[in-house]
């Protein structure tokens, strides 16, 4: 896979080592949070809503296990956080841990239920009734924001948690520009479908008096501040464990009501409950994703340079804010990515984050990006229909050159470093064009259609205290820490603040630290997940972790090297000037000490340390990037498709990625990256989705429904690497982990459009159905006229 | 989600589990469990008593007589696919049972469990069908032959009466001249059909089945009364739209597109020199 970036790296930074982790994933012997037992521990099966919208009226216990079942009413003294970015103009929508006076979604819990196995758990839940008194439903984010639709915060004005316009540069521009063309964009509703869905094991400790919470989270401490605070518990009694994590997604980067409402339980019984939620639960109640809706107008001149882009984005952002940010940067991370990588010259998007009577929404790889780039890249493939130019032509004319660096885009992204053009020109090369188009005109009669499809994304990471605060998010993860400590064997511990939920952070963190430290990364584990050994983080999300994770690794490393250092010249009787680290060693021209020896001396026997120098080899840092808007990513991806057009079918012939994340530590863990974000691209855009009827029932609640692209569903992708190194980052390193998802819907709808070019049918809801493709196909056939 | 209580007997001899299945009125046989499972967790089944069969070696015999073949409720459909069974329909059976779900659901679920669940959009019904097959069916009070088409009843449903276990499929033989082929549309490999489509053009025995369009595989008349008449190609295709129509419980033009195709392309296969 990919062109081999594995050259011979002087260090360990650039190497394709083997992941660390994957050992113990291989043998089945990693720990998640299902497999932790506990003596004594308990299962929870929760009590759901029926219905998507209605009052709350009676629950009621069966009278021999009333003790076992726990409403809202059994566990008073919660608080309801606060959630969503801190502006007086987002509404609040107040979720507490179980349904109280309303529910609002099929699935929202009501109860809990408490029994010595989840199947017996689910018995008792079958027998709790619950009264309710169904209300109208909202289910569209477009159609709730009328005058005559239901409400479901009966004190909001509409159904708007908030309504923003992003306008920038000049509107003139566009009303009078010679090319205007309209079109409507939906991606639909999807579950982020980590491997391991959620799960949550909790007890009270008596001897260390403090709740212990496994958690499957992308972030163990920031869950405990909202546990602490949900709970009305001081955050030193509670200690919250994040064992393996089978993948987050984003999903896993908010706090739960179940998991409150588990944690609230363990606090009222003496033995540990548990609740591992099931595939069923996940599709309905955890966290939502996508859901966008666009209308919009793109203005051009006739030789196809893109002048802007307006209109309006509705997002479906379900019942209520999850803590701590909800998915209120939907909006906002549309409109302002909608201008792409290309230059315009005026943006003015109205933007609506509508509360529906659906599961909430939350981040998930790619958060808003998909759809915007799904637009965006949409809108060049109709202009360039519209103009009879090529798409890879109109791209080129509107892309934003190398020499333009650093280009602040017309909704104020600062693009920082790169050539998008090289990008864009490879993966063409790749994928050969010329050879599809002589395909296309070779085609017989009844043979599948062929289409190739291109797109172009950026991708922010790394960003920091001023791009978070702009968004008034709630927390701000403007740094990363680390604690580096050498112990008495030479052997090296690193705890950090990031998660590791599948990225292989034991394997790249340790490689940096290797190269800081001048050791073997063998000799260096990576600790987290256990928020009482270490340091304080935000934990994993954002494709954040290599630049802020990395950073801190890197120069508290660099710290201790200077301790080592020091202490190696005091052994050598040399100048800590004239030393270096060379390969576990503390090194002079004249002879060397062993880091061993260093370690034992600075740990166990003091008196061979320097006058005033402290014991021990330790030192806890954190870091931020001297700049903190972020550094872009970027690529272009192309995809080949075969469609059947009497059936609908689309099928992936060739896929291939050139793209750019600056400085590669592992190029094996970014050709992962790519491969496995592009397979939840591929979901995006040809698979997954949750429609729902109109009285707001999901219609997706089992694999059978939800269909996940499976291993024949996702090609080998072909990628080719570039390395721009970032300028504000440590080693120049740029985040990687959500790019891979955010092009392939817009390849893929373009791809479908190319192979229907001669038709001028438009692609331009997500999934790809066949029935979709079918009938959108079908209709540009009736418009296009008599059928040949 | 976990399955509700019930009482789980496991059969030691096709015997013991028409006796188990007499005693209980509301006893489920299970055999590969792998559409049964999902649903008694689902809880969207309810039963007393689980009485299994799986894996009992007189339900997986198979044997082969000059006319037709028998083969076991209890075979897998990995069996199948492995070529582990004798062969009536020139590779048919061997082709469609590999593109069954997983190779991990082949290794579990059965021919006959595949029957007697009839899902509409099952590859066994249809395939069976086309082939003019007979479920031989045993209970407590003897054996019973039941030809396909009156064996699928509805969505989930068929004709067998409680305590009626399905013991083997009799598969008439395909002589030499015949020409058989299944064809089938789904969202991705491994899940179930959205249009499966059986043909089979042996004389007066030939058939063109349909399933995943209606509750259950059904016939297609026209297109089969064509093929047994011995009408050519472009004659029989004319008939699809007819007969698609037909089946399909309200008009929908892309489902008739996708079927039609389906029919067509099985129908060229058939035809293909």
Redesign the interface.
């Given at each position: 896979m990919g062109d081999d970036a594995t050259h011979d790296a002087p260090g360990w930074i650039g190497r394709s080592l083997l992941r660390k982790e994957d050992a113990r994933h291989l043998a089945g012997v990693a720990m998640f949070v299902a497999d932790v037992r506990l003596p004594g521990m308990q299962d929870i099966a929760f009590v759901r809503s029926q219905v998507a919208h209605g009052r709350l009226l009676s629950v009621t216990k069966p009278a021999d296990a009333a003790a076992d079942v726990y409403t809202i009413e059994d566990l008073p003294g919660l608080s309801v956080l606060e959630a969503g970015p801190e502006l007086e103009a987002f509404r609040q929508s107040p979720y507490p841990a179980l349904a109280s006076g309303k529910v609002r979604y099929v699935g929202q819990a009501i109860a809990a239920c408490v029994a010595a196995t989840r199947a017996r758990a689910e018995d008792l839940a079958e027998r709790v009734a619950v009264g309710c008194d169904e209300l109208p439903a909202v289910v569209d984010a477009v159609s709730a924001m009328t005058s005559g639709s239901a409400r479901l915060f009966e004190h909001w004005p509409n159904n708007a948690y908030i309504a923003r316009t992003i306008s920038a540069g000049d509107p003139s521009a566009m009303t009078g520009a010679p090319v205007r063309l309209r079109r409507r964009f939906r991606m639909n509703r999807q579950a982020t479908v980590s491997l391991e869905a959620r799960g949550c094991v909790a007890v009270w400790d008596p001897r260390q008096e403090e709740l212990l919470v496994y958690l499957s989270t992308q972030g163990g401490h920031v869950m405990r501040l909202g546990l602490s605070r949900a709970l009305g518990l001081p955050e030193n009694q509670i200690r919250v464990i994040v064992p393996d994590v089978g993948g987050g997604f984003g999903g896993k980067n908010r706090l739960l009501p179940e998991e409150i409402a588990v944690c609230a339980i363990a606090l009222k019984r003496r033995h540990p409950v548990r609740w591992i939620e099931d595939r069923r639960e996940h599709l309905l109640a955890s966290v939502h994703c996508r859901d966008h809706h666009y209308d919009l107008v793109i203005s051009a001149e006739e030789d196809g340079t893109i002048i802007g882009v307006e209109g309006d984005v509705h997002i479906d952002a379900g019942a209520y804010a999850l803590w701590p940010t909800g998915s209120f940067m939907e909006a906002s991370m549309a409109a302002g990515n909608l201008p792409g990588p290309y230059r315009m010259r005026g943006l003015n998007v109205n933007t609506w984050t509508v509360a529906t009577n659906k599961a909430p929404m939350g981040p998930y790889r790619g958060v808003a990006r998909p759809g915007a780039c799904f637009a965006i890249e949409r809108l060049v493939d109709e202009l360039a229909l519209h103009l009879g130019i090529e798409p890879y032509d109109l791209r080129k004319r509107n892309l934003v050159t190398r020499g333009e660096m650093p280009y602040t885009t017309i909704a104020g992204l600062k693009l920082d470093t790169g050539d998008y053009h090289d990008a864009l020109d490879t993966a063409v090369r790749m994928i050969d064009i010329p050879a599809i188009r002589a395909l296309q005109r070779a085609r017989k009669p009844g043979a599948p259609r062929i289409g190739v499809g291109l797109a172009v994304y950026t991708e922010q990471s790394g960003h920091g205290v001023v791009e978070w605060s702009k968004r008034k998010s709630r927390i701000v993860p403007g740094y990363e820490a680390a604690n580096v400590r050498m112990l008495p064997d030479g052997s090296v511990n690193i705890h950090v603040g990031v998660q590791n939920h599948g990225q292989g952070h034991e394997t790249t963190l340790a490689q940096i630290a290797a190269d800081e430290l001048s050791m073997h990364p063998d000799q260096i584990r990576i600790r987290y997940g256990d928020t009482a050994t270490t340091p304080f983080g935000f934990g994993t999300f954002a494709s954040r972790s290599i630049v802020f994770g990395g950073g801190a690794v890197g120069t508290t490393a660099r710290k201790l090297a200077l301790k080592i250092k020091a202490i190696g010249a005091h052994i050598l009787q040399a100048d800590p000037a004239t030393v270096e680290l060379r390969d576990g060693h503390v090194v002079t021209a004249q002879g060397s000490v062993s880091f061993r020896d260093i370690a034992m001396a600075a740990n166990v026997r003091q008196e061979m340390l320097p006058v005033g120098v402290e014991p021990t080899l330790e030192a806890t840092g954190t870091y931020e990037p001297q700049e903190s808007a972020g550094v872009f990513s970027y690529g272009a991806h192309a995809v080949v498709v075969s469609v059947d057009e009497d059936t609908g079918v689309v099928k992936i012939l060739d896929y291939a990625v050139a793209e750019d994340c600056g400085t590669m530590v592992n190029p094996m863990i970014v050709d992962g990256q790519v491969q496995g974000g592009i397979a939840q691209g591929i979901g995006t855009g040809l698979f997954e989705e949750i429609p729902f009827n109109s009285d707001g029932q999901p219609l997706a609640t089992t694999f059978a429904d939800y269909i996940m692209p499976g291993a024949t569903d996702v090609p080998s992708v072909r990628i080719a690497h570039f390395v721009t190194p970032a300028l504000v980052t440590e080693y120049g390193v740029k985040g990687v982990g959500e790019g891979g998802a955010i092009a392939p819907p817009a390849a893929l709808a373009n791809a479908v459009g190319d192979a229907f070019a001669d038709i001028k049918a438009s692609f331009n809801e997500t999934p790809l159905t066949p029935r979709r493709v079918w009938q959108a196909a079908r209709d540009a056939m009736l418009s296009a006229g008599p059928v040949a | 989600?976990?399955?509700?209580?019930f009482h789980y007997a496991r059969a030691a001899s096709l015997h013991a589990a028409l006796d188990a299945l007499a005693a209980g009125p509301e006893a489920l046989v299970i055999s590969g469990g792998q559409s049964l499972a999902?649903l008694l967790n689902?809880?969207m089944t309810l039963c007393d008593t689980i009485v299994d069969i799986g894996g009992l070696t007189e339900l997986q015999a198979c044997w082969q007589t000059d006319h037709a073949t028998l083969i076991g409720a209890g075979v897998t459909h990995a069996m199948i696919e492995d070529g582990l069974t004798p062969d009536p329909a020139h590779g048919m059976l061997r082709r469609a049972a590999g593109k069954i779900a997983y190779r991990a659901v082949r290794c579990q679920g059965t021919i006959g469990g595949s029957l007697a669940m009839a899902d509409p959009a099952a590859d066994w019904p249809c395939i069976l069908l086309a082939l003019g097959a007979t479920a031989i069916l045993r209970s407590a009070l003897g054996e019973r032959r039941v030809a396909l088409d009156d064996l699928l009843v509805g969505v989930y449903e068929t004709s067998l009466r409680p305590g009626e276990i399905i013991q083997a499929l009799e598969i008439p033989n395909l002589p030499p001249q015949a020409r058989a082929a299944s064809a089938k549309?789904s969202?991705?490999?491994?899940?179930?059909a959205?249009?499966m489509v059986a043909v089979v053009l042996n004389g007066e025995s030939s058939r063109a089945v349909l399933g995943a369009a209606g509750p259950r595989a059904t016939i297609l008349p026209h297109v089969s009364a064509a093929l047994a008449s011995g009408s050519p190609l472009d004659q029989i295709t004319g008939l699809v739209t007819r007969d698609v129509a037909d089946i399909l419980p309200e008009p929908d033009?892309?489902l008739q597109?996708?079927h039609?195709?389906?029919v067509r392309r099985a129908l060229l296969e058939v035809f293909a020199p």
């Open positions: - | 989600m976990k399955a509700a209580p999902p689902l809880r549309i969202r991705k490999t491994g899940a179930f959205n249009s033009p892309y597109s996708l039609e195709t389906n």
